[in-house]
């Protein structure tokens, strides 16, 4: 099983990145979220990736980081309905601290505006991965109950709090998501998401 894979960054679209090592160059498909992080072409680039075998294709999935990939994988084999297309769609549209904290709190209506999930699909994400997803020694009641964020503690409540404000406010999924983390970056973890919303508007 191919889990990393490390080269010259050679082509680079909006989903798929060619990696060239070893005198082979890899398709690796990739989410927005890494493509927004790879490095410029002919740099050296690592990628934590997910292989897909089967009988008439293979495919390598890569991500910037080891728990993007991990939370893919869980995506893709424990949730009845969504395949690495769906899986990758979805972690195109919304960001890995987005994601796990709308998890953690039953956010349905937020993940069913990903591409490829329904309200359906959405409760079954969310019934497969909420235990896994919290951390040890936190229960879903009191992540839900305190509103603490799970993967970057108060920073994703605030994130998933401005996305949503954000999409009530016109803006489309991904282009939320993406308004919000830029905020964040500049405000710092210390920013409510009144200061996002106000930021990302500006």
Sequence with gaps: MIVTIEGTLSEAGLLRAIIETGGLGYEVYVPMTTTEKLPAIGKRVKLYTHAVYREDTQALYGFICQEERDFFSLLVEKVSGIGPKIGLSILSKLSLPVLKNAIAQSDVKLLSQCPGIGKKTAERVVIELRDKIIPAGMTAEGATITNTAVHTGEQAAALQDAVAALMRLGFKLPDA?????????KLGEK????????????
């Design 177 to 185: 998501d993406k308004a919000a983390r830029k905020a964040l970056d």
């Design 191 to 202: 920013a409510t998401p009144e200061m996002l919303i106000r930021a990302a508007l500006g």
